[in-house]
């Protein structure tokens, strides 16, 4: 009996403690005694959203909780918990992961070859000139350049005076003590022109594009007879993509993404903004250079107005820079010359599989049109983010006015996406994607942009519905357009002179069949936006990128 009585307290005990779990798990749903996920750091701390954007991004068929803090106050989503990711985050890996970069790995170091720079006969001024990413590889041409003759480089002048009308200094886009200490071992730099030098005559010349080492070695070279000062007025694309030693190509690599680093409030800001991104999970930056200095200057005008075509055309024929003025619209837009429109962009994105609670960065300036034309963009993903919505006014104070500056945010965010996705292949889009590939090939889509304006306007007459069938097509077009090594096939067949040195124009390359790229079989590949080198037992020859594709140099 005693042993029966202790089994029947016993199982009390038990069921009071199970009714008492219950309750205490019930409270805790309904009544929020213990959070649903764990206090943010003061800096990524985000707002209560409203229930109505809650639903259209995330269904309606599970309940979401947010955080109810408020900074910084243009931020209108919180992060999901750990408990409420997408289910695409763990059904649909390969959307995200990095694609294979067949061991292919940084490889900046210079040959034994390599020697301390020589005594400088003299000093090497640089003007650049277009936007960021313009300026950032001219800036690693002067390097190498500023090498091969021997001299010491200024820190170079960025543009002031092109479309943008950005008043910043080196000192202010870059870090640029790191800058000089960095290439102590490849070149002299200094800040500034010594005092004794100011009142010399110096020898203002246009460096001839896509030159290689005899042009430098002698014509330029042979200008310290006469000249301590030379000015190099302008800084794109003066040095040669193919053609050169491979410890030139290497110098460039190494200012690009050793040397030229972003200044430390750009640097930090940029962290800042990730951090915060990523606090809604994995994302997608999209480079959406649907801008009116792009559509302008190309020409392109499918879904604008006359009135917006028209305007693009006078800004066009005003700026002098820009030699062509008769453009077909319609002819650009068949050979895949044309940025996708917003429109085009959410299609694109939905064939290839990400569904429509993808957090998606928004990497531009002022979308041409405004909200009229980025509806079509947002009804499909309406998780649609930007500098200007993951910081407050005050963050963003510093940089306001400076279009470089936040150009360079853009360059942070897209660097550091999971996916990279630019709808223009333009300074900006190679630059990015040249960078993902010297960080590890990670996952950067090159839209089919000529194959695909055909699927476009199929689906705009009717002939084409969008679902599976599209989807797969898309998918297979894009198998090999994920951002992993491949070859460049380099100069033109029969090209002659000066074209020899120039690599294929990026529009015309990423246009090409995936199907007529060789297989990789060399050691080394050296790129002028990143260097990547695979051990083989094979000898074989020197591979050069500076688009986003590879390129046999020798």
């Avoid at 500023?146 to 000192?171: C, G, H, M």
């Avoid at 040095?239 to 190509?249: G, R």
């Avoid at 360079?408 to 190679?430: H, K, Q």
Wanted: aromatic share 8%; net charge positive.
């Amino acid at each position: 009996m005693r042993r029966w009585k202790a089994v029947g307290l016993m199982r009390r005990i038990l069921s009071c403690a199970i009714c008492t779990i219950a309750m205490m798990s019930l409270l805790s749903v309904h009544l929020h005694i213990f959070p649903r996920h764990s206090k943010l750091p003061d800096p990524y701390k985000l707002p209560n959203p409203q229930i109505e954007i809650r639903d259209k991004i995330l269904g309606n068929e599970q309940e979401q909780r947010w955080t109810s803090e408020f900074t910084p106050p243009n931020v209108f989503l919180g992060p999901l918990s750990s408990q409420q990711f997408p289910v695409w985050r763990t059904n649909c890996p390969r959307l995200w992961k990095p694609v294979p970069n067949r061991d292919y790995m940084p490889c900046t170091q210079p040959t034994p070859n390599y020697t301390a720079p020589p005594e400088s006969r003299g000093y090497l001024l640089a003007h650049t000139n277009g936007g960021l990413n313009q300026m950032r590889a001219g800036i690693c041409d002067m390097v190498a350049i500023a090498r091969i003759i021997n001299a010491t480089l200024v820190v170079p002048e960025l543009d002031k005076k092109s479309y943008w009308q950005d008043s910043s200094n080196f000192s202010d886009v870059f870090n640029e003590d790191h800058f000089i200490n960095a290439l102590a071992n490849d070149v002299k730099v200094i800040k500034r022109l010594p005092m004794e030098m100011d009142g010399a005559t110096k020898a203002d010349k246009y460096f001839k594009s896509w030159s290689g080492m005899d042009y430098y070695q002698g014509e330029i070279a042979s200008m310290w007879a006469d000249y301590k000062v030379i000015l190099a007025a302008k800084t794109d694309s003066r040095l040669a993509n193919n053609n050169l030693p491979a410890d030139i190509q290497k110098l460039r690599c190494r200012a690009c993404y050793e040397a030229l680093c972003f200044a430390p409030p750009i640097e930090a800001t940029g962290k800042l903004l990730v951090d915060r991104m990523r606090s809604y999970g994995t994302y997608i930056a999209l480079h959406l250079r649907y801008e009116k200095d792009i559509l302008a200057f190309t020409g392109c005008t499918h879904g604008l107005s006359p009135a917006e075509a028209d305007e693009l055309k006078k800004i066009r024929d005003a700026n002098d820079e820009w030699k062509v003025k008769d453009i077909d619209p319609r002819e650009q837009r068949s050979k895949g010359f044309c940025p996708l429109t917003p429109k085009e962009a959410a299609i694109f994105l939905s064939a290839l599989g990400y569904p429509s609670n993808t957090p998606i960065y928004i990497a531009a300036g002022e979308i041409y049109g405004g909200d009229s034309y980025m509806d079509d963009l947002r009804s499909r993903y309406p998780m649609l983010m930007s500098k200007e919505k993951l910081a407050s006014i005050e963050e963003l104070e510093p940089f306001a006015n400076h279009s470089t500056q936040l150009a360079a945010l853009d360059y942070i965010l897209s660097v550091e996406s999971d996916v990279f996705m630019p709808t223009y292949s333009g300074n900006m889009a190679r630059a990015v994607e040249g960078h993902r590939r010297f960080l590890g090939h990670r996952r950067t889509i090159s839209p089919d942009k000529k194959a695909l304006v055909r699927l476009f306007d199929k689906i705009e007459d009717g002939t084409k519905k969008e679902g599976k069938l599209l989807s797969d097509k898309v998918i297979e077009r894009h198998k090999k357009r994920q951002g992993s090594p491949r070859k460049r096939k380099g100069p033109i067949p029969g090209t002659k002179g000066m074209d020899r040195f120039r690599s294929l124009d990026a529009e015309e390359q990423l246009s090409l069949s995936t199907d007529r790229y060789f297989k990789l079989v060399m050691p080394s590949i050296i790129v002028r936006d990143y260097i990547i080198a695979k051990a083989r037992r094979d000898n074989g020859s020197l591979l050069c990128q500076f688009s986003p594709v590879l390129l046999l140099v020798n």
